[in-house]
């Protein structure tokens, strides 16, 4: 069978001992960025860009790949244990994890974590596969007048789902929209907004904006977090078992409806983990039988958003993958990463490289087991890392963000591009003011602007192929509802008692 | 005793300073370059890593180092892009030998069209290395046969007859062509992309009728019959099964012949010594097994010039001028 040959390739090629250890150095180094509170993905992966440049393309993306991953197991830990999310999409776990943990039962909330982790990053890889091939082939029809709807569906998504106010979203997805305006247009060759510095000509770094928005400002965020509470201390690794057989059963519904809600919200573009978190939630206290136990410890409040947040993550790399769409902020720093290596993500990158997309799908099988390894018997170390000290440990991320952003190009202008986008982003935090739509809109926005004008070009100048092509009319149409709804929504609030 | 005095220290340390600073180094290496290389030589792609520049950059470096024809060490160096990578090079590398870079016809472009404010004068070219070349390229099943059949098509109907391609220099391709051949080329419909492969996208679901792109970049869509070549930019027909049959331009009826060039060039007024030591070092180089491996590995066109390069070059520069001046892309 096609899909069997495939995976065997696939795997003959992750089964090497390079791409095995690139695997390993991934998910470990995954799992310690996830348990580093404030040290996302976005941040781990762009610090360590520059660095793998010099590898062959597979291991890189196998080991960026398993950063990726690895990150969303590694964020419960905290959550768990410190009542502060390891990353953003790890919220949700507070609520009923440290209370578990609190209760004493931090090995049983651990566990549940890192065994619905795995289940969903299996079953999600194995959707990938599956579902990969029909949406490339799909992709391959697509005209620029499609992407341009692709596109504008997923900025309208983001800017909508990524907080709770639509309002902010929208605003931050405006301004990541114009400085994506800035350097060559590639329809006339005409350098817009660099304002004479050859350092804008090819645009705005995504990957620096990224850094600043996302590493400085948290760096600024902690600062002050520890100026004014001084450390915080963590519940220790508590419990008798690793979890019993009834709490595996009361896990194992909240795994399969967590995964398959995870990877449809992960697919949309621009809905990412978070958002599948919060969804998967809701549904397991609603289909709860006691939904008072909830955030009081309910190990199903647990175990459905973690499994929802690791399919969340795996369903993301569709749209990435066959469409060369990033649907999250980490997506899109790994198209910027794919690129550099010249590899073009999209409908063709199947047909062009298929030895490449298939070994990274066999590495995320090992990489999931890898992963349940580290973070369960080996969950003790890890939670060595939430001691150190945050003075140390921040001005580490501080030195590499510098050193990685110089390293890129050697401009000492983008390093203050960097800091300038890192004290933005400590305002943007403090005022709720979301930044993944800042950072996909400025990823996105060129594209969806350069669909637009070629669909333009190609018609002659004719409007009407937005709305005679089917697809189009309805991704559209559907960008059109979310917007309506979100906005009305969200003036409803304000307008008075509803 | 007064061996030494304050004044002549001063005037010492400064010079020293002052020849360190442009490079020349030691003024013993001075004369006429004796013992040239004896330094690291940098090797700078203008541009980010796993670029064409970057691929050739490091290709040149890793045969020179594998066909131990250098006894020095070339680390490659990658810089911003084009523009603001021609601009470090011309404003630090003035005088030195230990520099060198790639560089395409996309320099030629940044200077045409005013991105960049630096010739290719304010460099020193060295060598022409290798070629691409230009396809006019169909849908496999479009009902146009020869090159003419296209162009008739285009001048009837230049608004609905769209072309694709990239956004850079397969630009110069088919601004040279249809200009030749008579078209007004502003009214043609020009969708870029960010490179050829992307842009066949559109011409396969027939959106835009002909793609203008290096011919190397697609050339997996001519193997699968999907799409189908016109006619070709060089001087001569290209070699393979698949290319052999293409007429060229100008056997198609249009004189006009466009190459996408690499080339490796010096920072402004790099010595003689130097100059003739690359030249002689890059001929060797091009001829040894490695290098043809790579060759075959990038589906690279051998297009080794010394001789002549620098009116080849000042050819290029005036074509491209043209074509840009014509499409109206010069800065304003």
């Given amino acids: 069978m096609d899909l069997l040959s495939n995976l065997s390739l696939g795997f003959s090629q992750a089964l090497s001992l390079q791409n095995l250890a690139y695997c390993f150095i991934g998910a470990l180094y995954g799992t310690v960025i996830g348990v580093l509170p404030g040290i996302g993905p976005v941040v781990g992966i762009s610090i360590l860009l520059p660095i793998t440049f010099t590898l062959p393309p597979v291991s890189a993306v196998i080991m960026l790949a398993g950063i990726y991953y690895g990150s969303a197991y590694g964020g419960s830990t905290t959550s768990i244990l410190v009542n502060a999310p390891g990353e953003a999409s790890a919220v949700v776990t507070c609520l009923d994890g440290y209370e578990m943990a609190k209760q004493g039962r931090a090995k049983a909330a651990l566990a549940t974590a890192a065994i619905g982790s795995f289940f969903a990053g299996t079953v999600a890889t194995a959707a990938i596969m599956l579902l990969a091939l029909p949406i490339a082939r799909l992709g391959l029809r697509f005209t620029p007048a499609e992407y341009f709807a692709l596109l504008f569906l997923a900025l309208t998504l983001v800017g909508t789902l990524a ?336 | 005793m007064k061996s030494f005095d304050g004044k002549s220290f001063w005037v010492f340390i400064v010079a020293a300073a002052i020849l360190s600073g442009s490079g020349l180094g030691s003024p013993a290496a001075m004369a006429a370059g004796e013992g040239y290389p004896s330094k690291t030589v940098t090797m700078i792609a203008p541009s980010k890593p796993g670029s064409g520049f970057d691929t050739t950059a490091r290709a040149i470096a890793n045969t020179l180092a594998a066909e131990k024809l250098i006894p020095v060490s070339m680390p490659v160096v990658n810089m911003a892009g084009s523009v603001p990578g021609t601009a470090q090079i011309v404003l630090r590398y003035k005088n030195d030998p230990n520099m060198v870079a790639v560089m395409s016809l996309t320099g030629l472009l940044n200077y045409a069209t005013g991105m960049s404010p630096y010739s290719y004068k304010d460099t020193t070219p060295i060598a022409r290395l290798i070629s691409a070349y230009y396809g006019i390229l169909v849908r496999y099943d479009a009902p146009y046969k020869t090159l003419q059949d296209f162009i008739r098509e285009l001048k009837e109907k230049p608004g609905e007859t769209p072309l694709s391609g990239g956004f850079s220099d397969d630009r110069i391709c088919y601004g040279a062509l249809f200009s030749k051949a008579g078209i007004d080329i502003t009214k043609i419909n020009y969708a870029a992309f960010s490179g050829g492969t992307d842009a066949s996208g559109v011409v396969l679901e027939g959106a835009a009728k002909a793609l203008v792109t290096s011919v190397d970049d697609v050339i997996g869509l001519l193997e699968a019959k999907q799409l189908r070549v016109l006619a070709v930019s060089g001087t001569r027909r290209l070699s393979g099964a698949l290319l052999q049959d293409v007429p060229t331009f100008q056997e198609s009826g249009v004189d006009v012949t466009v190459e996408n060039f690499r080339y490796v060039m010096g920072g402004p007024n790099m010595p003689d010594y130097a100059v003739k030591y690359w030249q002689a070092t890059l001929a060797k180089m091009v001829k040894t097994p490695t290098w043809q491996e790579n060759l075959k590995r990038y589906r690279w066109g051998d297009s080794f010039m010394v001789e002549g390069f620098d009116r080849f070059i000042a050819q290029q520069q005036a074509m491209v001028s043209d074509v840009v001046e014509k499409l109206g892309m010069k800065k304003k």
């Avoid at chain 1, 605003?171 to 305006?181: D, V």
């Avoid at chain 1, 409806?257 to 621009?270: A, D, E, N, W």
């Avoid at chain 1, 001691?387 to 202008?413: E, H, K």
């Avoid at chain 1, 004719?462 to 189009?472: A, E, G, L, Q």
Wanted: aromatic share 12%; net charge neutral.
């Fill in chain 1, 163 to 498: 907080t709770e106010s639509p309002v902010k979203g929208l605003y931050t997805t405006l301004i990541g929209l114009f400085l994506s305006t800035v350097g060559m247009d590639l329809q006339t060759g005409q350098v817009r907004f660099a304002f004479g510095s050859p350092w804008l000509l090819e645009g705005i770094d995504f990957i620096v904006v990224a850094i600043g928005l996302f590493a400085i400002s948290e760096v600024l965020v902690q600062a002050e977090l520890i100026h004014r509470f001084g450390l915080q201390k963590r519940e220790q690794i508590s419990g008798q078992y690793w979890i019993t057989r009834d709490e595996l059963k009361q896990s194992f519904i909240p795994y399969i409806r967590g995964t398959v809600l995870g990877f449809l919200v992960g697919i949309l573009p621009g809905a990412g983990s978070t958002p599948a978190t919060f969804f998967s939630y809701a549904v397991e206290k609603r289909s709860s039988k006691h939904p008072e136990k909830f955030g009081k410890g309910a190990i199903e409040g647990v175990a459905g958003p973690e499994a929802a947040n690791n399919a969340a993550n795996q369903g993301a790399l569709v749209p990435l993958l066959t469409l060369g769409i990033p649907g999250s902020a980490t997506t899109a720093i790994m198209l910027g990463a794919f690129m550099i290596y010249g590899i073009q993500p999209g409908p063709l990158l199947f047909e062009k490289n298929p030895d490449f997309v298939w070994a990274i799908i066999a590495s995320m099988y090992i990489g999931n087991v890898i992963l349940l390894i580290l973070n369960l018997p080996l969950v003790n170390i890890f939670a060595k890392l939430l001691d150190l000290p945050a003075a140390l440990l921040y001005s580490m991320v501080l030195a590499f963000c510098t050193l990685g952003v110089y390293s890129m190009r050697f401009a000492i202008f983008d390093v203050y591009l960097m800091i300038i986008f890192g004290i933005i982003g400590f305002f943007m935090k403090k005022h709720d003011y979301p930044a993944a739509p800042l950072l996909l809109a400025l990823v996105l926005g060129d594209m969806m602007e350069q669909g637009l004008r070629r669909a333009l070009t190609l018609s002659n100048g004719d409007w009407s192929v937005f709305v005679t092509r089917p697809i189009c009319l309805v991704l559209l149409g559907i960008a059109a509802v979310s917007l309506v709804y979100s906005m009305s929504k969200s003036l409803g609030k304000r307008g008075g008692p509803s």
